[in-house]
């Protein structure tokens, strides 16, 4: 199962610099002018789980495999992209095989970093992409009501459908409101995911800013966090620079850094955590001898689904799962423990899944 984050913003607002972090990498040619990323770079990043370690050494496993995420560092995006400006209908393709936005906003002033509006303003650097994506979507719904009128003449059940989900997505995007606020009933969830638009994925806000504001932030991560907040959704305070020099050092050699700065872990750990939240994700742990890993599931799914992300094997031959939850798992000194206090479960296929379950399947194919 992979999970695509898009990393979006203006040109040289610390995007490149930010998916070097992440990936530890030097794919992203972070440079000082717009577009030097001229092709979306991937990264395969590691979801921070301190409890994988933990499980992983109580039940003496050989190996650690942690569950990832992937990081999609896309150009920089100005005023005119939805009209092909810029490297723009390329930067908007690529959003579309996202599953979730960043928006990083530059909340930092350097003079040797131009902007490209001249100013610094996260909250106008944010209007400007939002904007785009919404004149995008706008122009790409105006396309599919032409070509459903001839199904809707046929009485189309499915056209008819479409067609109204079309029209009030058009009324949100004239008002100034982005897809994703828009409070859809149950039985249209698949219809209006098919509708793919850009400004319907789940956004979370990246607030980038200098060294010295790390720690607390800045006048100007206080107007993100501030609007991230109005719109009910998630905000980070990032330094990039600070986390892409970290990114370099040894663990120990990190965590004197972050002493020094005032952290107690590294932001990028605070911008997975959200990343995978924002996605409404969850983990569950198999752990043995062989090795103790992390599996990632949409919270809500019940056991035989998340049997499914091992294999479809296991799915279509669930018969049980043998569960622990962590803290179980833990406070009695693993799996032997935690069958000799009755803390092991046997679940069936209505058992909803939750984080931090320890699983045991068993199938028959």
């Not at 924002?278 to 998340?306: I, M, N, S």
Request: charge should be negative; charged fraction near 25%.
């Amino acid at each position: 199962m992979g999970f695509k984050c898009g990393i979006v913003g203006l040109p040289n607002v610390g995007k490149s610099t930010l998916f070097n972090a992440l990936t530890k990498t030097a794919n992203a040619q972070a440079a000082n002018y717009p577009f030097c990323t001229i092709e979306p770079n991937i990264g395969d990043v590691a979801m921070p789980e301190p409890r994988l370690d933990i499980i992983a050494k109580i039940g003496g496993s050989a190996q650690i495999i942690p569950t990832r995420m992937n990081f999609v560092d896309i150009a920089g995006l100005v005023k005119g992209a939805s009209k092909g400006e810029g490297m723009g209908n390329q930067f908007l393709a690529n959003i579309r095989e996202t599953d979730a936005v960043i928006y990083v906003l530059r909340c930092f002033e350097d003079e040797d970093i131009t902007h490209v509006d001249g100013r610094i303003d996260p909250i106008s650097d944010f209007e400007t992409i939002e904007t785009e994506l919404m004149l995008s979507d706008l122009e790409s719904l105006e396309k599919r009501k032409s070509g459903l009128e001839k199904k809707i003449k046929q009485n189309d059940k499915d056209a008819l459908q479409t067609m109204r989900l079309i029209e009030t997505a058009i009324a949100m995007l004239e008002d100034g409101k982005p897809a994703r606020i828009a409070d859809i009933d149950e039985e249209d969830a698949k219809a209006w995911r098919m509708l793919q638009l850009l400004t319907s994925k789940p956004v979370l806000y990246v607030a980038n800013v200098d060294e010295d504001s790390a720690a607390d932030g800045n006048a100007y991560s206080a107007k993100v966090l501030a609007h991230a907040e109005s719109e009910g959704a998630q905000a980070v305070i990032i330094s990039a620079q600070i986390e892409s020099e970290m990114a370099l050092l040894d663990d120990e050699e990190q965590a004197e850094y972050l002493g020094a700065i005032g952290l107690e872990e590294p932001g990028l750990n605070r911008l997975i955590r959200a990343g995978y939240a924002l996605l409404g994700l969850q983990t569950y742990f198999t752990v043995g001898p062989k090795e103790a890993r992390a599996w990632t599931f949409h919270k809500g799914w019940t056991a035989p689904k998340c049997a499914g992300v091992i294999h479809g094997d296991f799915e279509k031959g669930f018969i049980r799962a043998e569960t622990t939850a962590y803290d179980d798992y833990v406070a009695n000194n693993g799996e032997q423990g935690a069958k000799e206090a009755g803390k092991v479960r046997q679940e069936g296929k209505d058992y909803i899944v939750k984080d931090g379950d320890i699983m045991l399947f068993k199938f028959n194919v």
